[in-house]
Structures are given as structure tokens and as C-alpha cells.
């Protein structure tokens, strides 16, 4: 007699000072998943990201009360796009779903992505219909943010998409094979491609405490995902100091006419130090720039892992 083996659903969950919430999230992970077990064997990958708190602590008693949990304890903070690399390499199931622990990502959505992949899409992703949870910088630099970013990019990534999609596993070992060091999950995520469609949720409000995501982090998190996928801003400083060049030799042979047929007057400190400003300031913008692009080549030499694992409890 055949006996058929259940495909396993693989949930990855970074944790960062998340100890008020984390018997919360399995509660809901166990009450949304429910209908699943009969058809599927769900395992959930908990990531701990270098928490300074009793997130780990926390995770160990959950363990207790969860078979499925296998608890992956970084040794240090690495950030939630390493995190997520992490649960992607020690997930084992046939779909792996990123999903955040702060319940901002409602695990009911789940079950949509699942219905999705079963009819056959490869990735399936979770758009936000809203942004009632953002601040109004967040809401304002998220939607240029994508609109800049595929303008000058080779590669779409889709507005309101975040990490919570469903991936198959060919999906996920297509990402494995991606060597970089410094990642930009999103756009790694649009640039494997494959096979996608699309499931619209509503973000709902953290359960416990506050995002660590403030403005500065998110400004520096999109000027990663710009000088990951793009060499734009590098070719704009190209045309612009060819730009500059050109305004400068009209404006010098403006000078030599002037004093050709009118003589020469006396110069003006005003306007030679707004020319001296002007172009080193031009300058140390491009060279900031470039600086950006030098940094990234300068990471990725150091060849150094993108993760360091202190301990995997099964």
C-alpha cells in the first residue's frame, strides 16, 4: 500500500526583542495553521537575531510547547536581511513563507498563499492594500522609493511588497546560490523570478513594543536597494560633470568676450566663491557616490558570511 507523504510548509520568523510577543505569535501561528495539518507537515523556523532581551529565552519555552519550532540562535545582530537568509537556509519545506513575528503580517493570510502555489504559481506575493500602520515619512518615501527604484533599475520590484510571500522550493535554492554578502532581500527576491501572482492583505498593528525601523535605518535601507540593482547614480554624475564642464566653458568664453571688448573688471569675491563652492561641491557629492559603490565592492571582497549560527536547537 502507497502511502503519501504530507509537503512540508516551512514559516521563517526573524526575532529581535520580541519577548512579550513571542508566546503570542505561536498562539496565533497554532490557531491560523490548524486547517493544515491534515494535508501538510508545518515546521517554523524561529530566527534569533541577536536579541538583548529575553527573546531566546522566551523562543527555548515555546520549543517546549512546539514540536514543529526549530530555533536558530545568530550569534550576534546581523540585521533582518541576514535573519532571513539564515531561515532560508535551514528551512527544509516545499514552500517557505517568510513571515514577521510582530504580527504585522497576519499569519491567516497563509492559508491564501498556500491556495495560490497549489494552483501553481512559484511565488506568491502579500501586498499591503494600505499603509495605516505608517509614519507620514514612511508613507511618503516608500511609494517614490519604488517608483525611483524601477526607473532606473533593470529589475521590478512589485510597490507594497515586502518579505511576506510564499516561495517554492526551487525559489528558494535559486537563492541559496546568490553568493553576495550585502543583501537586499526584496530585490533578490524580484530578481530569481519565476512564476508569480499576487494576494492582498491588510497590515495589521504590532502586538508588543515598537519597530526598530526608524528613518535613518530606512534611508539607508533604500540607498542599499538602489546601489544593489542600479548603476544609475554612478552614470548621472557622468552627465552631470560633463554638464558642468560645458556651463564652465560657456561661461569662460563669456569672460574672454567681455574683457575682449569691454576690458576688464574688477573681480568679485562673491562670485568666485560661489563658483569654488559650487564645484566642489558637485564634486564631493559625486565622489560620496562613488564612495557608496567602492564600500559595497570592498564588503563583498572580505568574502566574510553573511551570518555567524551560536546554535540550532531542532
Wanted: glycine share 6%; hydrophobic share 45%.
Amino acid at each position: 500500500m502507497t502511502v503519501l507523504m504530507k509537503r512540508k510548509i516551512s514559516l521563517v520568523c526573524p526575532f529581535y526583542n520580541e519577548e512579550q510577543g513571542v508566546r503570542v505569535f505561536f498562539n496565533r501561528i497554532n490557531e491560523a495553521l490548524a486547517p493544515l495539518t491534515e494535508r501538510y507537515e508545518v515546521e517554523v523556523i524561529a530566527i534569533n537575531d541577536g536579541s538583548l532581551d529575553q527573546t531566546y529565552e522566551e523562543l527555548i519555552k515555546a520549543k517546549a510547547d512546539n514540536d514543529y519550532l526549530t530555533i536558530v540562535d545568530l550569534s550576534r545582530n546581523f540585521g533582518k536581511e541576514a535573519a532571513i537568509s539564515a531561515g532560508l537556509d535551514y528551512a527544509t519545506g516545499d514552500a517557505i513563507i517568510p513571515i514577521d513575528s510582530d504580527l504585522q503580517h497576519p499569519p491567516e493570510v497563509v492559508l491564501e498563499l498556500i491556495e495560490k502555489w497549489e494552483e501553481g504559481a512559484e511565488v506568491v506575493l502579500a501586498k499591503r492594500v494600505d499603509r495605516e500602520t505608517d509614519r507620514l515619512v514612511q508613507k511618503f518615501t516608500a511609494n517614490y522609493f519604488y517608483k525611483l527604484h524601477n526607473r532606473i533599475s533593470n529589475i521590478d520590484i512589485p510597490a507594497d511588497v515586502g518579505d511576506f510571500r510564499l516561495m517554492d522550493r526551487k525559489v528558494v535554492e535559486a537563492l541559496k546560490n546568490l553568493p553576495e554578502n550585502s543583501r537586499f532581500m526584496k530585490g533578490l527576491f524580484a530578481w530569481v523570478g519565476f512564476r508569480t501572482t499576487t494576494v492582498d492583505y491588510k497590515v495589521a498593528p504590532r502586538e508588543h513594543g515598537a519597530t526598530s525601523f526608524n528613518t535613518w535605518k530606512l534611508w539607508n535601507f533604500a540607498i542599499e536597494g538602489i546601489t544593489s540593482f542600479s548603476t544609475a547614480p554612478l552614470r548621472v554624475w557622468t552627465y552631470l560633470g560633463c554638464a558642468v564642464s560645458v556651463a564652465a566653458f560657456v561661461y569662460a568664453a563669456y569672460l574672454f568676450i567681455t574683457a575682449l571688448f569691454f576690458g576688464v573688471d574688477t573681480p568679485g569675491y562673491s562670485s568666485i566663491m560661489i563658483t569654488v563652492l559650487f564645484a566642489s561641491g558637485v564634486q564631493l557629492i559625486g565622489i560620496g557616490v562613488l564612495g557608496e559603490y567602492v564600500g559595497r565592492i570592498f564588503a563583498e571582497s572580505k568574502k566574510r558570511p553573511v551570518y555567524i549560527v551560536r546554535e540550532v536547537i531542532k
